[in-house]
DNA sequence: GTATGATTCAAACGAACGTTTGAACAGGAT
DNA sequence: ATCCTGTTCAAACGTTCGTTTGAATCATAC
């Protein structure tokens, strides 16, 4: 390994990366097993163990060379916004789309399996080993930082925590909206599948609508809807 | 001998069913063994097997005992709206208060061990299990379909689709808001915990927010749109 | 050519999985 | 006491899991 950089096989890694990738998203991480990854890709059962040392160690490599990028683009659009700014503080309807606009560009890039890993993505959130989300975690913390603190000094009146939900709320929307296509069409069932393209504006909309709503008056005085079914 | 086993009093498959929902919740259902549920029932291995007749058989009934209840819920809830009403279309906030209300009801509930149901359903909206989702589908069925029609008399100049896609936006709203309170702590080491109570005002504005968002203009473009509040 | 290190391969490893078995135990009703 | 029915139990079933092994193959430098 005198000058040749990470490059290691011909092309066995990428092969095996993209073929978890799409099993991952399927079927989900315990239910995909090292025979499915390795049979879809074409090489050897062992060659996950000798490219990547274990089962897990895919896992995290199988985000890892997908979220640098993203994020990576995430932060890329903020400091855009925060150039033309100036100094001043964004307007939330532009930090919200440098942030989820990343996400949704991803999600239309159907060439390069972007569209796939957005789908795990939007599942993984939820997901519940332990180490995948703590995993995830540590890769989000920098930009997640980054962000919640443009849009607190784009609210100086909104109260930290409550921005700190709505954001919540709105990666909720986002996750689900880009995992959870089947899940829509098991609701209604007469439903022609979508391009990402026009996914874009309707969940934008959305989001702003909920990041700009009225703060609940609780905040005043606690008060319960009305929801008396006697 | 050495150790009087607490005999167990009261019934087995309950037992069962509680263990099981906090491991599912925990774990999710594919890392979670029938050795774990029975470890932590404290009951036999083969019990499982012999009340349920198998480990997807389990998972059904864990879902089914509660979302009966809770679909239940929420249709006696649009039904006491649809009464006051008297045959006028509801407002859009009194839907979706009826239909998110009951979940976060659900999700404040500590005692019956709905709370734990509700974070373990949130999750599941994105299970990539195939029989999981099949069944949920069925499940929502009838419920889903209720709700949206009310959505569609409530606003009649929108059009149909897009009440779907933003109705699907709030179930992704409120499913991560309800499961995914570790991610929130991910991304904000430094906030208080839960109450329920207060996410419910919360999320509703959020949810409120978003639904009554102007529609997007590619939508707009082949529509005239008008606005109803509530 | 041969040597050397990286990669692939078939085969096997022990562990854990969901499930099944057949005996043991319980408590009424006859 | 006996039978019956429902339930619990320890043990084992066959399968599949992630991982490891050691030899075969390839590529390149000597």
Redesign the pocket.
């Known amino acids: 390994?005198s000058e040749a950089t990470a490059k290691?096989?011909?092309d066995?890694r990428a092969r095996i990366l993209d073929a978890a990738e799409v099993l991952f998203m399927t079927h989900g991480f315990?239910a995909?097993?090292?025979?499915?990854i390795t049979g879809q890709a074409g090489?050897?059962?062992?060659?996950?163990?000798?490219?990547f040392?274990?089962?897990?160690a895919?896992i995290q490599e199988v985000f890892r060379r997908r979220l640098t990028e993203l994020n990576r683009d995430r932060l890329a659009a903020l400091e855009a916004e925060e150039a033309v700014a100036g100094g001043a503080p964004l307007k939330p309807s532009k930090i919200v789309a440098a942030f989820f606009g990343v996400s949704l560009k991803m999600t239309a890039d159907t060439t390069h399996g972007g569209a796939t890993f957005m789908r795990l993505l939007g599942r993984t959130y939820t997901e519940p080993n332990e180490f995948v989300r703590q995993f995830l975690a540590e890769e989000y913390a920098e930009v997640v930082q980054r962000f919640m603190d443009a849009l607190y000094r784009a609210l100086p009146d909104v109260p930290r925590e409550e921005i700190l939900w709505r954001f919540h709320f709105m990666m909720g929307a986002m996750s689900y909206a880009i995992a959870g296509t089947d899940a829509l069409k098991l609701f209604a069932g007469d439903f022609d599948d979508e391009d990402p393209t026009r996914l874009m504006p309707r969940l934008m909309s959305f989001l702003l609508g909920g990041l700009r709503a009225p703060l609940p008056e609780e905040v005043i005085e606690s008060r319960t809807i009305r929801r008396d079914a006697a």
């Open positions: 390994m290691q096989g011909p066995t315990e995909t097993s090292m025979r499915m090489v050897n059962l062992a060659a996950v163990n000798y490219h040392g274990s089962k897990d895919l």
